[in-house]
């Protein structure tokens, strides 16, 4: 499937690099989703973009910068992350809709694994 | 603080045999509930939403208990391929105005069919 692609698919960096991970959605949807994947935890919500503002972050260290330049991309900014930050980073879309309403439907992408020396 | 609960297993099911799973919230301003699946080393899929009245797709069968805050999703005649972890997964809808909300997801009950 290539409703959204994130890239790369794998990244390995050290503490003192900064890199930055991709994601583009190709289904047409105005939200978009940085989700972290840890062993043995939950998915945890990042950042939440509508209508390409930020409308939530959930208390996401500032080495995590988010930017969302149109409704199709999304990125991922990293400087100076901890081991701890090893995990799968996720993307995710989905349509809101008019009025306040927006589908549930979340479409993910493949995922980021991510490993931090 | 939100939480969704799920037992990880992993439950150990033989081909055809009926499974179920159940999976607790704590928040009662819930107003969304899904069940998705993550195959290994995936991204995780929508299985199915969940409705007050219970809502059946195929061999799966999604039903929520508002009063007791539980959802439970079982599977009938266990195929190999419904080998997966399966995330039980909730939202509410606390914006106003437009904005998006995100998924507030358990850590996953890991399902193993045998042959």
């Known amino acids: 499937e290539t409703g959204v692609t994130q890239t790369p698919r794998h990244l390995v960096m050290g503490m003192t690099n900064k890199k930055s991970l991709k994601c583009e959605q190709h289904?047409?949807?105005?939200?978009m989703y940085w989700y972290k994947q840890s062993a043995k935890k939950p998915l945890e919500l990042m950042f939440v973009?509508?209508?390409?503002?930020?409308?939530e972050n959930n208390s996401v260290p500032s080495r995590f910068s988010p930017e969302c330049p149109n409704s199709s991309h999304l990125f991922l900014h990293l400087h100076t992350l901890q081991p701890e930050d090893s995990a799968l980073y996720l993307c995710?879309?989905?349509?809101?809709?008019?009025?306040?309403?927006?589908?549930?439907?979340?479409?993910f992408g493949p995922g980021t694994r991510l490993t931090v020396l | 603080r939100k939480e969704v609960e799920q037992d990880p297993g992993p439950f150990n099911v033989p081909e055809g045999a009926t499974v179920a799973f159940n999976c607790t919230y704590s928040?009662?301003?819930?107003?969304?509930f899904f069940w998705y699946r993550q195959d290994c080393r995936k991204e995780p899929k929508l299985l199915m939403s969940v409705y007050s009245s219970g809502n059946e797709d195929g061999r799966f069968t999604a039903q929520l208990n508002r009063a007791s805050q539980y959802i439970s999703l079982l599977i009938r005649d266990s195929k190999l391929s419904d080998s997966a972890t399966y995330l039980c997964?909730?939202?509410?809808?606390?914006?106003?105005?437009?904005?998006?909300?995100?998924?507030?997801f358990g850590k996953g009950t890991h399902l193993i069919i045998q042959p």
């Open positions: 973009y509508s209508l390409e503002e930020r409308v």
């Open positions: 928040n009662s301003a819930s107003q969304s």
């Open positions: 995710a879309s989905s349509q809101e809709l008019a009025g306040g309403t927006f589908t549930d439907t979340q479409y």
């Open positions: 997964v909730v939202t509410e809808h606390t914006y106003s105005g437009g904005g998006a909300d995100g998924l507030t």
């Open positions: 289904l047409g949807h105005n939200a």
